[in-house]
């Protein structure tokens, strides 16, 4: 579950126009470091009952009080979990808690603050032009630096190193004009976040003690005594300890809060990630994203899937795209006015998404098996709770006396709704329909069809699939 941490904000105000240093000053403005700035922009948020993460589903009430906790207290933070827990979104989301505009010192390579230059540079600008000192704003968003964690990151990408060509134009090696800063040093004032933290080599973590801890840098035995004002956070999971790398133990001592994520733990959380992360081409019924959810729930509690690696929430939402991609394709290739998911449709996510499951070494040709037993088991419980009370003994009656039901990949709403046995004066369909609120063809085919597939995995009826069509009889 992840986003562009422009996401978490609304649309900017416009930038100040404070011009200078000395306008700065006249205005009343206040320097607050990174640190303060986020604890008092969290506590004014929760003390206005104002949500500081929005979009987040299902940590309200673990990981999210304990980030809070670290925040407030000024802590570097490293979240660990599986896969598809949430954890970059809500490293992204904490872009939120910085203040909207913040000044800098025009041209200045690290962000400083006019008030407070740490650079060679930025000093000598000060000193020379004193209020005149030009002042430029810097929206939150940019405040933010991610990094995704790879083998071959260099001390060089997060710290810095010496620029030749600067040393060529004849500067000497001490002077720290010689040197290009890297990520961390950049993100002064800011919020840098390392993803997948274990999979640096150790070196490599090595050279972030003196950032973390005692805040300057040492690049090729130089040492910058840079009061660096940077929030690290990252991400891991906890099995790469073993598997791929693991944090040092003296960098996990530099992070003051170590946040366990985890997967929604209620069915409505899991729903509402579909919701608001799946990006749609056709209508998906509640029932179908209710079966997703389900069904990825049952895959992270099933002894034949590996649960160290995890069953990502990607895993649900690539489901429901995928299932409205096939509504959309029949209604193109069929002619139908409106493309809406069916039962038969999830079929076709089960075919794309058995990649995205690491199953145990002993389940080797068992692997489609298990993910058709514990779809049928995720789609009899949508059933049983949402059909609960409805009466479908004259429809069992009417497929046990000769009628059958056909449908399919390519078989239309309408088409199928014309094939369904006629149950004389009884208002079952109606009621279906009602129970699901489905109001045109498309959703009351999509609702008839879930019940019927109930019927089936209930042993009242039987199915018979082959070449794209199923058969109820």
Excluded at 371 to 384: G, K, P, Q
Excluded at 442 to 460: F, M, P, V
Aim: aromatic share 4%.
């Amino acid at each position: 579950m992840t986003s562009s941490p422009s996401q978490t904000t609304r649309t900017p105000t416009p930038r100040p126009t404070v011009a200078t240093l000395g306008e700065l000053r006249a205005s009343g403005h206040e320097l607050r470091t990174l640190r303060q700035e986020l604890r008092e922009n969290l506590l004014s948020r929760l003390r206005d009952g104002v949500d500081p993460w929005p979009g987040l589903h299902g940590l309200e009430n673990t990981v999210v009080p304990q980030l809070e906790r670290a925040l407030i207290a000024g802590h570097d933070v490293v979240l660990l979990g599986e896969r598809g827990q949430g954890k970059t979104r809500l490293l992204r989301t904490l872009v939120g808690l910085l203040d909207e505009w913040t000044p800098v010192i025009s041209g200045s390579e690290l962000g400083e603050h006019p008030y407070e230059p740490i650079t060679v540079q930025s000093k000598a600008a000060v000193a020379e032009h004193g209020d005149a000192l030009r002042v430029s704003w810097v929206h939150r968003d940019e405040r933010y630096a991610e990094k995704l964690a790879t083998p071959d990151t260099s001390v060089a990408d997060l710290i810095g190193d010496v620029d030749p060509m600067k040393v060529a134009e004849g500067r000497s090696l001490g002077d720290p004009e010689t040197i290009h800063f890297g990520l961390i040093p950049r993100s002064h004032r800011g919020i840098v976040a390392i993803n997948e933290l274990p999979d640096l080599a150790e070196r490599i973590q090595v050279a972030m003690l003196n950032v973390m801890e005692e805040r300057d840098i040492q690049i090729r035995g130089y040492v910058l005594r840079l009061p660096l004002d940077v929030l690290v956070v990252a991400s891991a999971n906890p099995e790469d300890y073993t598997n791929r790398g693991r944090i040092i133990t003296p960098l996990k001592d530099r992070f003051g809060a170590e946040i366990r994520t985890h997967y929604p733990v209620a069915l409505d959380d899991e729903v509402a990630v579909i919701r608001q992360e799946a990006d749609l081409v056709a209508q998906v019924p509640s029932y179908l994203v209710e079966i997703l959810a389900r069904f990825t729930r049952l895959l992270r509690e099933s002894q034949s899937v590996d649960q160290r690696s995890g069953v990502s929430a990607r895993f649900s939402i690539a489901g429901a795209e995928t299932i409205a991609a096939a509504a959309l394709h029949r209604a193109t290739v069929q002619g139908e006015e409106q493309a809406v998911a069916r039962v038969v449709d999830l079929e076709t996510a089960v075919d794309v998404l058995g990649g995205k499951i690491e199953f145990e070494t002993g389940e080797e040709g068992r692997e489609r098996d298990i993910l058709d037993h514990l779809l049928r088991t995720a789609t009899a419980e949508t059933v049983r709770r949402s059909m609960r009370g409805l009466d479908f003994g004259v429809l069992v009656d009417a497929i046990e006396g000769g009628a059958s039901v056909s449908t399919g990949e390519q078989v239309t709403a309408r088409d199928f709704l014309a094939g369904l046995p006629v149950l004389g004066e009884s208002e079952l369909y109606d009621d279906i329909c009602e129970r699901l609120e489905a109001t045109n063809d498309g959703e009351r085919a999509g609702a008839i069809e879930l019940a019927l597939e109930g019927l089936y995995l209930a042993r009242k009826v039987d199915k018979d699939s082959a070449d794209g069509e199923t058969v109820y009889g």
